[in-house]
């Protein structure tokens, strides 16, 4: 629940979540990734491609397309709808499994989102956050050592 809150909590004050705040969480999590994970790999595909598209499917595709909205609005309600997570009256949120739903007053993209627009989110997620375009391996081979290669420093 604490990652989820993370980026839960940084939206504006009318509750939307935009692409470029999904874009600082992309990198602040990769950030902390590299900063701790002595496995990683994040590689051209693995990392820089599929991952972050996973990370851009949560704003397009999730988010609300409605005539006010054509390309989309994510609001904190539609976020904690989609992934089962409540609000109580205190303001904690609780996750309850098996409660996932699509908000009944959900649109979804009036187009298709497909590579050209991946694409395109995911040049300008590089020129904003340039961490997200980088390769980056960490290879364990002892307890002492570690070799990091950084493609793009």
């Known amino acids: 629940m604490t990652l989820f809150r993370d980026f839960h909590d940084r939206a504006d004050e009318n509750g939307i979540l935009s692409l470029d705040v999904l874009a600082d969480q992309a990198a602040r999590r990769l950030e902390d990734c590299i900063a701790t994970n002595g496995n990683l790999y994040y590689g051209p595909i693995t990392g820089m491609v599929s991952r972050n598209a996973g990370i851009l499917f949560l704003g397009r595709l999730l988010a609300n397309h409605t005539s006010e909205h054509p390309t989309g609005i994510l609001t904190q309600e ?21 409660h996932e739903t699509i908000p009944s007053n959900w649109y979804r993209t009036p187009v298709e989102y497909g590579l050209i627009p991946l694409n395109l989110d995911l040049v300008a997620w590089i020129l904003k956050h340039p961490i997200l375009g980088r390769y980056v391996g960490v290879l364990p081979l002892s307890q002492n050592l570690t070799i990091s290669t950084d493609v793009f420093p």
């Open 78 to 98: 539609i976020f904690r709808k989609f992934f089962a997570v409540y609000e109580k009256e205190d303001g904690s949120l609780e996750y309850r499994e098996g």
